[in-house]
Each structure stands twice: as C-alpha cells, then as structure tokens.
C-alpha cells in the first residue's frame, strides 16, 4: 500500500521551484530572443550596463514569482474528483472528474534528473481547455498518484467492470528503436523544413552575427561577403544551388540532432489497457495510450523512408484542445510487420480485400492547380524584384513549373477514402504518403461542406469530428458523400463501443 496519501491539500517537491524558476526564465529568453543579438553589437556599448541590470533584476523578480507559485499551488482526491488550487490574488480552482482523465504521463528534462524529480501531466478528454502539469514531485509519489488516479476511475460498461476483475498482466515490451534504426530516422527527416528555418534565421540576423563573429578571421571574412554580397547570391542560381546544398547540410545536422534528442531509447510496453511509450535523451518522457481512448493514428513515409523499410506512427488520442503538437505520441522506424500490429491492436483491423474505395472529383484537381498557379506567380514576382537575368527567369519556371505540375499530380493521386470493414483509411501526400486510419464509429458529427462554386459543380467536402481533430475528405462527388455519411451516421447510431 502507498504510504502516501491524497485526501488532504498537499504541495509539490520544494524542488518544484527551481523547476518553475527554470520555467519562467526560459519563457524570458523565449520572449526577449530577438534582442539578443544586439548585445553583442558595438554600437551598443552604453547601454550594455543597463540591459544587464535590467536582466538582473527580472530575474531577481522571477524568482519570488517562482516561489509564489510554489507555495499557492497545492492538489488533491476528493472523491470523483481531481482538485486543483492555484494562484495568490486570483484564485482558481479547477476540479476534474476522475472518469474524464486522459492518461496521466511522466517528463523529466535534464534539470529534473538532476534534483531527482518527475513531472507530471495529466490529460483530460472531451474538455476544452483543462490540462494539469504538476511540475516536481518524487518519483514514489508520481507512480502513487497516477495509481491512485486510475484506480479512482468509475467504469462506464460491462466491459470495463468485467477486465477490472482480470488478473493485471505483467508489463511487456514489444518495440525498442535500437540505435541503426534511429539513424535511419535521422537519415530520412524532412530537411528542407530545417533548411528554410536556418535561412530565414541566418538573414534576419546576418549583421549581428557578422558582429559576434568578427573576431574569428576565417569565419568573419567569409560571413562579411555573404551580408555584402547578399544581392549577388540572390541574383546568381549558382550561387544560389552552392547555398542551398551548404544549407541542406546544415540541416541534416540539425535534423538528426532533434531526432536523437526527442526519439532517444524509445520502446512500447504493452499495458492491459495500452500501450506505455518512452522516449528522449535529456528530456525524458513516458506516456500512456489507453486503447479504447486512441481516436485515430497517421501513418508518415516518404520515397527514403520506404527504401529503408520504416515508417513513423502518429497517434491521436481523445484529448484537450490545448493539448500541443510536440506532446503528441510518434513511434518512428517503425517496420510493416509492427504496424500491423499495432493496427490490430488499436482498431482490430486487419487488411481485407473488400475494400470500397472513394475517390475526389476532378474539381480537387482543378482547384489544386488554381492555388498554384497563383503561387506561381508569387514566386516570379519575387524572382523579378531581385532582378534575375531573362536566362535566370527562365531557367528557374523551368525547373519550378514542372515540379509544382508533379506536385498536384502526385497528391491527387495519393488522395482515396476506404472504407474496410469498420474502418475508414484515408490516404494523401505528395512526395511523400500519409494515412490515415479510424474506426468511424468514433465520429462525433459530420459537416456538410459545400462552397457555391462547389454546389455547382456538384462536389461536397465532409468533416468527420472526433476527440482529436477534425478529418476532411475534400471535393467528394455529392452521391459520393452521401453515401460516405449515411455509412458512418448508421454505425455511429448503431454502435455500442465507448469512443473515449
């Protein structure tokens, strides 16, 4: 039995405030970072004193702030209910219901490992905008609270007070990405989103960087021609082509940094209920996936990634609006034969030859080509500002023009809607491929989405709202997705599976 107990008003780890000062000092340079070039600026020097007092004392005042929160930030069981006390002047007191408990999931960042404490983040489904982060608290006392708050949650069927009398089965571990395969994710990133952030980074603060570095000879005389020249880069497309592939290196750099700081040692241990995936090098985090509570997940591969067999898993589980991207669940290098496990686990599906496949109208091609038209010409409005030669201009649409055509091509190809048994699987991408799969019974509601150009050209668009998101199946013939809507509203009506 837990020698701790919940039933009284009780405060984090004392620890928790240098984590919150941590915090709060990051959100600073988080909100203050645009300026931090300019205080190695000569041009500055005066004023040098005065941002560093100015830092100082923001820093002396978080602090206490720190403290504050530490002191007026307690929690506890009562009842059905998760409690939640918070704040000095404005008071706030949020009280959740056990049943509507997410998953209750562990993070330790570097700074917690090394004072010894665990945060936890608990999750809520169906609500708006209630999600608790508990900062630092012992390890014990984490693993006791998450007990107790599973162990608080009321059945809601048959099914669920029938597996509370099964016999809980051991932990057990069905995936480990080993460190081959991490490579092999790092290898098959998207770079170019890394390679365009580099840039835009490199030529807001050109000038200061020029500055910081001017002491390094090398280094300095090489970024000195870049800032002075900047109207040669962009006016030469070799130039351009030799930037690019200096950039792209840079990224695929940054791109496998990421990927080992985030996806570092991540394993899946089944769970009764789920799954539990851990992951991150300095950053460490453990998050549990109920089954019955996962609305839908993505499948994510591209032409390097199919070579190399492996794929990356996104998984969408019923949760807050709040709930942030990067604390979404992904199991990267993920192999066919595990995703097919993994399909079968969370959607008993499994691939049948019954498929009836729907596919967009024609109109998703023709509008598809509109906007890119368009861009385009956005692209050769830029092109003519920074004064391309004719041979330049001419060379560049030839090589943009064909792309952007394969572009739209590729993704309507790679545009379907399945519908296989209980499950819908919902297939887009370009370059690379996307899919989708959810049990459709999960549905909350559909909309009928229908421009006036659309109504004439007869082509509706469905969004299908789960727990997770929205889900579009765009420029769908009428009869199409009136079929599609009639199959999903049936099941949803005639189904008596919990969807959270």
Avoid at 123 to 142: L, M, W
Wanted: charged share 20%.
């Amino acid at each position: 039995m837990s020698n701790y107990s919940f039933d009284e008003l009780g405060r984090q780890s004392p620890k928790g405030i240098v984590i919150n000062y941590g915090v709060l000092l990051y959100k600073l340079v988080k909100s203050f970072w645009v300026f931090i070039p300019i205080v190695f600026s000569d041009s500055i020097d005066n004023k040098l004193n005065y941002i560093l007092g100015l830092l100082g004392i923001l820093a002396l005042v978080l602090l206490i702030v720190a403290v504050v929160q530490y002191l007026y930030f307690k929690f506890k069981i009562d009842g059905e209910y998760f409690v939640l006390n918070q704040g000095m002047i404005f008071k706030k007191k949020t009280s959740i219901p056990l049943d509507r408990i997410q998953s209750v999931n562990f993070k330790q960042n570097l700074i917690h490992q090394l004072i010894n404490v665990t945060q936890v983040e608990i999750q809520t489904a169906g609500a708006k905008d209630i999600e608790v982060s508990i900062k630092a608290i012992s390890r014990q006392k984490a693993e006791a609270l998450k007990k107790r708050l599973e162990s608080n949650i009321v059945p809601t069927s048959l099914d669920e007070i029938k597996s509370e009398a099964v016999e809980v089965n051991e932990d057990k571990l069905i995936y480990k990405l080993s460190f081959s395969e991490l490579l092999k994710v790092s290898f098959s990133e998207n770079h170019i989103r890394s390679f365009f952030w580099i840039v835009a980074i490199f030529f807001s603060f050109s000038y200061q960087i020029r500055d910081f570095f001017k002491g390094l000879d090398f280094v300095g005389e090489a970024i000195n021609y870049v800032v002075d020249n900047k109207s040669l880069f962009t006016g030469s497309l070799l130039l351009l082509g030799f930037a690019f592939i200096i950039g792209l290196i840079i990224s695929i750099i940054v791109s496998f940094a990421r990927v080992f700081l985030r996806h570092f040692d991540q394993n899946v241990v089944k769970r009764n209920d789920g799954i539990q995936v851990s992951e991150g090098l300095f950053t460490r985090r453990e998050d549990v996936l109920k089954i019955k509570k996962i609305q839908y997940s993505v499948t994510v591969t591209n032409p390097v990634k199919q070579k190399l067999g492996i794929q990356t898993i996104k998984i969408r589980q019923a949760g807050s609006a709040k709930t942030k991207k990067k604390k979404l669940v992904q199991l990267v290098g993920v192999k066919n034969e595990f995703l097919s496990k993994l399909n079968e686990l969370f959607f008993n599906y499994r691939p049948s030859d019954t498929k009836e496949t729907f596919k967009p109208s024609r109109y998703y091609l023709f509008r598809m080509f509109v906007r890119t038209f368009i861009l385009l010409i956005l692209l050769n409005c830029i092109i003519f500002l920074n004064q391309f030669s004719a041979m330049n201009w001419v060379l560049a649409n030839a090589l943009i023009i064909p792309i952007a055509i394969i572009m739209v091509l590729l993704k309507f190809k790679k545009t379907y809607f399945d519908f296989d048994g209980k499950t819908l699987l919902i297939g887009s991408g370009k370059i690379g491929t996307i899919t989708t799969v959810i049990e459709y019974f999960k549905t909350q509601n559909i909309t009928y989405s229908q421009s006036f150009i659309q109504k004439r050209r007869g082509v509706v668009t469905l969004k299908l709202q789960t727990a997770s998101g929205v889900i579009k199946l765009p420029c769908l013939h009428e009869e199409d997705a009136r079929t599609i809507q009639e199959r999903i509203v049936s099941e949803v009506e005639s189904s008596t599976k919990d969807w959270i």
